[in-house]
């Protein structure tokens, strides 16, 4: 019997255009319901699928402190993230929440 091989599912591999970047952000946007470090996680792999050297040059940051403020295991500041948003061509929004 053959044995099966799986492999550890990397998102970065399937983020391959800016529509696919920004529909992933938004849809992890509304997942993170209030939780930073989840959607820093989020913009890590966007990160990632478009180069971190370069984004860190882009947003005028150093690759070490991208890596560790887009881990996930911290909340890095809005500063950063509007910088790393910035770098990657993206654009966030805001739009009335719906109410409950």
Known sequence: ???TVTTRYDVAEHLRTPEDMAAYLEACMEEAHGDA???AKALGNITRARGM???ARDAGLSRESLYKALSG???PSFET???VV???GLRLHAEPALKR
Do not use: C, E, N, W
């Open 81 to 83: 993230i509007l910088k």
């Open 37 to 39: 470090a989840f959607v």
């Open 53 to 55: 050297s370069q984004v």
């Open 1 to 3: 019997m053959a044995k």
């Open 86 to 88: 910035g770098a990657l």
């Open 73 to 75: 295991d911290r909340t």
